[in-house]
């Protein structure tokens, strides 16, 4: 009996044993462990999600913010009817067969978990009709979130960009500064209890959400409304595949408005295919490079007056319309015959610029185009730029310089084309163009941004306005005229490349300029994709700049030129037109050749008199003779070195001419 007892107290004393060495394990050895354990089960990280800083314009309204907003989230364990919840939640979200059957497959996959989510930020409707529902949905649950929201639809969609479900970035601003407008999520321990019920406690780790910087830009939501409604008119108008317009400060490269069109509202984004948004949401402006035709033919007239080849009075043979370069006949759009520089710019002769283009010649003309920053991206705060087209010089072909005079074989943005004009429009200075004003409090100031360079010098600007003038004074431009200011730009028309062949009836027609002329104050270029039946950049595209000048130019309070009285109440008008700055102009070269002595009759085997041939005369007669010509200045023969009259076979093979183009270079020369 002893034995038996003794034989029980030994097993019970080691059962005893074993569950004290378990506890000590449990309790002391594995204790961290199941702490852990208990911890996890117990306690939930709830992020907490910083509100995306708010988006204005340069006058304080709201383009973009945050606003609070429910979505639809599901405990698959508490479901007791999976058809009968998609059924109920597809009727109130307006979902398709397709849908609901999804989520009947996602509640069944995930019956062992406690959350999915079921539809995110939804609409203030569709919240109503789940809340309608909510007793006949067992483990559906409403969480609040904040959700993007723009409150102007679609104005200024493209630059604005929107953000994803999860408040991230995806496209335009949004995209650009997400890092700083994005905020810094919070996160905060609760305590979960068997229900799922969570609780905060004091003594949790918590830390709360820093919400975004704000963001002010540089666009005006009024103007950006004309200008978009002006667009869309446009487009439409001219049965056109796509619109762009730009519209700078030229004194300090501020974007003013940035319209493309056809566009989107952000706000619906779930309304659009995944090609239709990267359609509608592209930002033109800055994303599609194109041939820009005959508005480049102002950065060739700057390539041959930088380098003093030529002077806006002298006179370039166009050929009648073509011109056989290297044995390939190049035509103009229409046939001239002696134009001066100005008039080759005025008119728009393809001809013209490229002869203006081999007189700079080609390394000239490539410095010029990639100091006015073509070939590179213009460094705005803008996601997705395009660097355009600009083959290096090495690679250019004997003919690019000709195509490249009246832009073909070169791409540009509508953005790239308004910055060059603006270097023009403000003295000279390529400067950097921008959106974003400040950031928060801090003004962005000139020191964030690109150092300005000089493309080209003050003198060459002074021409360049005045030939630009001329456009619209007299030219393929008159189309762009604002009534009461003086506007300055120039047309283009460019056949498309598709399939990397230029397609006939398919035309990019555009118009750059700057109003008023004198101090210019606004640079607008508008771009017009596949117009038809009417193509042309006067037609298309000129008209449209008109329309935006006209009223740009009365939100922002500029004032237009006064016509200076021709006489005072009482008093007689003078006879004869008023003086304005071009007919002085002309006045002026006709002093200069009345004032050259008339050319010396030379015998036979001589060298001819040049005195007052133009220099295109004199080209010619030095060809004709066999002479080769080293040229000082433009404009008018005022000497000539041999002199007239001197033997052929004394005179040597090379004629020195110094010429002039008005009375005040009379002692030009050596």
């Not at 619109?243 to 509202?265: E, H, I, R, W």
Request: with cysteine; glycine share 8%; hydrophobic share 45%.
């Amino acid at each position: 009996m002893s034995a038996r007892l003794s034989f029980f107290a030994a097993v019970l004393g080691a059962w005893l044993l074993a569950i004290v060495v378990r506890l000590y394990g449990l309790q002391v050895i594995e204790r961290q462990h199941y702490v852990k354990l208990a911890s996890d089960q117990q306690q939930r990280v709830v992020t907490l999600a910083a509100p995306r800083g708010t988006i204005r314009d340069a006058r304080g309204r709201e383009l973009a913010t945050s606003v609070e907003v429910e979505s639809v989230a599901v405990d698959p364990r508490k479901v007791e009817d999976p058809e009968h919840t998609a059924a109920v939640l597809g009727e109130a979200l307006g979902w398709s067969s397709r849908q609901r059957a999804e989520l009947v497959a996602r509640l069944t996959a995930n019956a062992d978990r406690h959350f999915i989510w079921v539809a995110r930020k939804i609409d203030p409707e569709r919240l109503q009709a789940v809340e309608d529902q909510r007793d006949t949905l067992p483990g559906v649950n409403l969480l609040p979130e904040s959700r993007r929201f723009y409150p102007l639809g679609e104005l200024a969609a493209p630059v604005l960009g929107y953000a994803g479900m999860d408040n991230i970035g995806l496209a335009g601003l949004e995209l650009f500064y997400d890092k700083i407008i994005a905020g810094r999520p919070g996160r905060r321990v609760v305590i979960q209890d068997g229900t799922t019920t969570k609780v905060t406690h004091p003594g949790l780790e918590a830390s709360a959400a820093r919400a975004g910087a704000d963001l002010r830009l540089t666009l005006d939501a009024a103007l950006q409304y004309r200008v978009e409604r002006e667009l869309e008119t446009a487009v439409r108008r001219s049965n056109a595949a796509s619109g762009t317009v730009v519209v700078l400060a030229p004194q300090s490269g501020a974007v003013l408005a940035m319209a493309s069109y056809p566009s989107f509202d952000p706000n619906r984004l779930s309304d659009y295919s995944r090609s239709e948004l990267e359609n509608r949401g592209r930002n033109r402006a800055v994303a599609d490079a194109y041939e820009p035709g005959s508005t480049f033919k102002a950065i060739t007239l700057a390539a041959a007056l930088e380098q003093g080849a030529v002077s806006l009075d002298d006179e370039i043979d166009c050929e009648m319309g073509a011109l056989e370069l290297n044995g390939v006949r190049i035509r103009d759009h229409r046939p001239f015959g002696i134009l001066s520089v100005r008039q080759v710019i005025a008119r728009s002769s393809n001809v013209g610029a490229m002869k203006l283009g081999l007189a700079a010649g080609r390394k000239a003309l490539y410095d010029t185009i990639r100091a006015f920053g073509f070939g590179r991206p213009t460094g705005i705060d803008l996601p997705a730029e395009s660097a355009g087209l600009l083959r290096p010089l090495e690679r250019w072909s004997a003919l690019t310089p000709a195509y490249v005079s009246f832009g073909q074989g070169i791409s540009t943005t509508a953005l790239q084309m308004a910055t060059a004009f603006a270097a023009i429009a403000n003295g000279g200075r390529l400067l950097q163009p921008y959106v974003v004003a400040a950031i928060g409090d801090r003004e962005v100031g000139p020191e964030a941004r690109r150092r300005p360079s000089t493309p080209v010098s003050p003198a060459t600007v002074r021409q360049l306005r005045a030939a630009l003038e001329s456009v619209v004074l007299e030219g393929t431009g008159t189309p762009a005229a604002v009534a009461g200011y003086r506007v300055a730009g120039k047309t283009g028309t460019a056949e498309k490349v598709i399939g990397g062949r230029y397609a006939e009836g398919h035309y990019v027609a555009s118009f750059v300029g700057f109003v008023p002329a004198g101090e210019p104050q606004l640079v607008i270029a508008v771009v017009i994709d596949e117009p038809w039946p009417a193509y042309h950049g006067s037609e298309a595209a000129a008209p449209v700049f008109r329309a935006i000048a006209q009223q740009a130019l009365l939100h922002l309070g500029i004032r237009p030129l006064r016509e200076p009285h021709r006489a005072w109440p009482g008093e007689r008008p003078p006879s004869g037109p008023l003086p304005d700055d071009r007919p002085a102009a002309r006045r002026q070269v006709s002093l200069a050749r009345a004032a050259l002595p008339a050319p010396v009759p030379v015998p036979a085997g001589t060298v001819p008199d040049f005195t007052g041939l133009s220099k295109r005369r004199a080209v010619a007669l030095a060809s004709r003779l066999g002479l080769r010509l080293e040229l000082h200045g433009s404009g008018f023969v005022r000497r000539q070195q041999p002199s007239a009259a001197t033997p052929l076979e004394l005179a040597g093979s090379t004629l020195e001419l110094w010429l002039t183009p008005s009375l005040a270079s009379d002692g030009e020369g050596p």
